[in-house]
């Protein structure tokens, strides 16, 4: 048994081999398209969101104002405009994301007690950009705000600024961001590796998708006798492409936080066991539907259309806590989301294995039900060289 396990192993690596165009599909495309969504997010914060000043006051503090904004991170001058009805005009040219507006008698008014208020329009037709200018705005004006507040406490007479901070600001706020540094700013920590999950299910899925497919075109005279029964073949096939798609599949997550900087918190010893795991459930998916769907081409076309949702149910473009019942039990059943999920608690939150006891028993379900199917699959192309 152990010898036509072997035979099998090599004889599918060869076949792998002999078609070039699939083989380099299957060993460059997840390291490529890796490398390609690292990129886009290596800066890993948004900058350079051009904003638009309309100063109708024209005051030494209106201008105080526009020049800490201009220099704050995120923002950068795009222009001055005559009012704020320009701004959608700007917003649509791309030469501006966000407005500040100050009213005419801006310094006086707050001077004089009667308060005054700086309006903020933002471009939010990219969510993103726009969460991050309006969290920007909200940080820079409520430190003038405070500002403004302490020197009038002290002009009635409260006492010295440290007295007049904390009649201005009696609560002290501190906030701190877990498991991904500077959130409101950094993406790169999240979405990457979401986006990796999608790139490294490819390879074990469609290498292992005209497993099957192939042995229903003509006998196969290099099948020992012991590689025909369903569940050696299923094993074997599955071992073939796992043995070679692992590998690959680690060294493409392990580059990509190597290169991009991404966190890796947890244990590496971890993350390969649990790659491992992912590559053999997703190599026996593919093997069984490549026996289901009997050709190699619509098996390959199967696997791409079960990909395809994988990113937007994995919870790293939308939460999925927060999804609806029927989306929410979708994105558990589908099988990259146990792998992503481990992925994420791993790198960003070190998670040890009694902290991913839900991702193992969403693993070994589909181990379970991959193994099955593979099995069943197998048993077709038994029965096929039966019938021929």
Known sequence: MMKAFGTLVVREWRLLLKDKRTAAVIFLGPLVFALIIGSVYSEKKITGLKVAIVDMD??????????????????M???????????????????????????????RDLKSGKGAGIEVLVDSSNLIAGNVAVTAAGSILSTWSVAVDMKKIRMHGTGPQPLARGAAAPIGLQTRSLFNPAFNANYANFLVLGFLGVAVQL?????????????????????????????????????????????LTWLTLRSAMFVFNLPMCGSEWLLSAGTLWFVLNLAGLGFAISCFAKDAVFATEVCALLTMPNFLLSGFSWPVFAMPGALKLAAYLLPMNPFVFLLRKIALMGAGPADLRFEFGLLATWTAAAGALAVIGASQIKASEARA
């Open 77 to 107: 001058l795009g222009g001055y405009a005559d009012s704020a009805d320009d701004f959608e005009e700007l917003a649509a040219a791309g030469e501006a994301r966000a407005c500040f507006v100050f009213p005419p008698h801006f310094e």
């Open 203 to 247: 390879a074990p899925l469609l290498a292992a998708s005209r497993a099957g497919a192939g042995e229903f075109a003509v006998i196969p005279e290099d099948l020992p006798a012991e590689g025909r029964r369903p569940v050696v073949l299923a094993l074997a096939k599955c071992c073939a492409y796992a043995a070679v798609t692992w590998p």
């Open 58 to 75: 024209n005051s030494a503090l209106s201008r105080e104002i526009t020049n800490a904004i201009v220099n704050s991170e995120p923002f």
